[in-house]
């Protein structure tokens, strides 16, 4: 299990020997008209690393800002990632590790309701509940991984509010 998470145990180290910002994620808040500075103001107290990538390299994005944090919304959190196109944020990511799934989950429900969608694949561990909210939507793993070293994650993927409307 260690072997096949080496490439994780960097992130591990750093919430574990660095004292890193809480954040509280208000993702009803965010929206694909912001730029990098609009998402540095909503996130004051991140420290963000930001770098250019190549937009097949990941679909996400052309540009890339994270940060460690050791908290997100109360629960403990790994990192936070904010990724860009053409300068306006498209998905934001907060990585979760293995034992905060639960909380990090209820969480979710407490703030937003039962999910939009639940999917229930059995034969692998990519299930994903959704929620839907008018600038976008959010994801997240609806069941624990077996691997105690892979983290979970919130997905918000945002989308222009007026264009969701009309497909509402």
Known sequence: MVFSSHDR????????????????????????DMDETMLRRQYPNLSLSCIGQAPAETGLGDRVCHASINKADGHDALTFAAFFRKGKLAVVFVQTPWW??????????AQLGSPNHI??????????????????????????????????????????????????
């Open 9 to 32: 145990l960097h992130v591990y180290k750093t919430y574990l020997r660095e004292k890193s910002p809480h954040i509280l994620t208000r993702f009803q808040d965010l929206s694909v």
């Open 100 to 109: 905060a799934h639960t909380d990090s989950q209820a969480q979710l429900k």
């Open 119 to 168: 999917s229930h694949q059995w034969l692998s561990n990519n299930a994903i509940m959704r929620w839907d909210l008018p600038n976008g939507q959010i994801e997240t793993n609806r069941d624990r991984n077996w691997n105690l070293l892979t983290w979970g994650v919130i997905v918000w993927t945002g989308y222009p509010v007026a264009s969701r409307a009309q497909a509402l």
